[in-house]
């Protein structure tokens, strides 16, 4: 058998350098600021809400609290990590590996390891304009953070590995149609049980504690205590993110299926 006939069956061998990565990576961010879902769930929800319940003064606000900027300032920015990093990439994903986009793109040069470094990064890349841009009209209503912002950082990126993961589990186990469905509606209920709108405090206190054990009631008591004026992060919110940061990728990579 010639050389060429012994070496068509084979999987390329990964590119070596970070080129690759760099390229997909800048590819994936294109990719997602173009899609006019993705805008909407990334930017214009957080946004609009930020905004408007900012200036409409019709939302419960923690004891203390006088400007409901204060609150939900922090709460919106949990709520963009979410929409990226589980929304957004579930759906994305759902239907890249429907349509064989995922099929062929792991056999390229590229390879696996690059290609889930590089939707990785694009989550991160996003997420740094959606905080970019949420703090500043924050600011620009009103708001005065304070606490330790620096302590926000590693509670986003835990955050943003948890919903990662929770967005691939389902986008490597059900149909593109399904996953669309299940992450909206999934996306409903963390929003609602998040203490991202109005304060987990409001809840009925049975609801509370399950509120707190999912990723977004622990990201929302996170980033309250962290750029909370004299605030700090609950010991139970690091353990809550971490487990989820664990677990849910955990099970995305025991369950999904690339075509």
Sequence with gaps: MSAAG?????????????????????????????????????????????????????????????????????GILALAVMSTAMVGLGIATGFERQYGVLKRLRTTPLGRPALLGAKILAILAVEVVQVAILVGVALGLGWSPGGSPGLAVPAAVLATVGFAGLGLLMAGALRAEVTLAAANGLYLVLLLLGGMVFPLTSLPSGIRGVARALPSGALSDALHGALSAGGSVPGRAWVVLAVWAVLAPAAAAATFRWE
């Design 6 to 74: 012994q070496t068509a069956g084979r999987t390329p061998a990964p590119a070596g350098g970070l080129r690759p990565l760099r390229a997909q990576t800048a590819a994936e961010v294109r990719m997602t600021l173009r899609r006019g879902e993705s805008v909407l769930l990334t930017l214009a929800i957080p946004v609009g809400l930020l905004v408007f319940f900012s200036l409409v003064d019709v939302l419960p606000k923690p004891a203390g609290v006088r400007h409901a900027v204060d609150f939900l300032a922090p």
